[in-house]
């Protein structure tokens, strides 16, 4: 059974950091790039970066790049987003996803999603 | 980026038909594709590839359209559909979503 377990959230000041982990179990995961996904409070969803199987492609959406490094670590199954320059806007619930096949972009498994709050 | 545009609610009775449209601002060809979000939960891949049914999804859900114009349909709704439905494109990055049509049952 696939599963995606999302870690590392919570309650943080404005400008501070934080590190989400996603440890991917049931498939092959250094086969599959894979993403993160956010949902603000309320709202709907936004693609916020991906990372090729072999960590050779890095996306990131215009509102995080520069701030956030996702990156991986196939020999542990693991996926992590470093926020680093926290906002307000960057409060939302944050998702790792496994795309339908390996590089694809859209997504058939999620995890529970872990909460950022960015507040003082 | 590829803007989604998705009309914000529906109301449908049950057993009838619920149809909802995304409208991209650019052709996305045919990389169009639907997600169900329950309250609480997190999303669920029902299309792929504008209308390809995912895994296990019942034939109830269906998916159409193509360049900017898509259309996904429940026939019948049933009470299990109460839920946020998202469209989602892959033909340009970044990956968009639409803001999302929840459905409620009438």
């Known amino acids: 059974e696939v599963q995606l377990v999302e870690s590392g959230g919570g309650l943080v000041q404005p400008g501070r950091s934080l590190k989400l982990s996603c440890l991917a179990s049931?498939?092959?995961?250094?086969?599959?790039?894979m993403n993160w996904i956010r949902q603000a409070p309320g709202k709907g969803l936004e693609w916020v970066a991906s990372?090729?199987?072999?960590?050779?492609?890095?996306y990131y959406a215009d509102t995080v790049k520069g701030r956030f490094t996702i990156s991986r670590d196939n020999a542990k199954n693991t996926l992590y987003l470093q926020m680093t320059s926290l906002r307000s806007e960057d409060t939302a619930l944050y998702y790792c996803a496994r795309p339908y096949y390996y590089s694809g972009g859209y997504f058939d498994y999620w995890g529970q999603g872990v909460m950022v709050t960015v507040s003082s | 980026d590829i803007v989604l545009t998705q009309s914000p609610a529906l109301a449908v009775s049950l057993g009838q038909r619920a149809t909802i449209s995304c409208r991209a601002s650019?052709?996305?060809?045919?990389?169009m594709h639907w997600y169900q979000q329950k309250s609480g939960q997190q999303p669920k891949l029902l299309i792929y590839?504008?209308?390809n049914l995912a895994s296990g999804v019942p034939a109830r859900f269906s998916g159409s359209g193509s360049g900017t114009d898509f259309t996904f349909t429940i026939d019948p709704v049933e009470a299990d559909d109460i839920a946020t439905y998202y469209c989602?494109?892959?033909?340009?990055?970044?990956?968009?979503f639409g803001s999302g049509t929840k459905l409620e049952i009438k």
């Open positions: 049931g498939f092959t995961f250094s086969n599959y790039g």
């Open positions: 650019e052709s996305v060809r045919s990389s």
């Open positions: 989602q494109q892959s033909r340009n990055d970044p990956l968009t």
């Open positions: 590839g504008a209308s």
């Open positions: 990372i090729s199987s072999s960590s050779s492609y890095i």
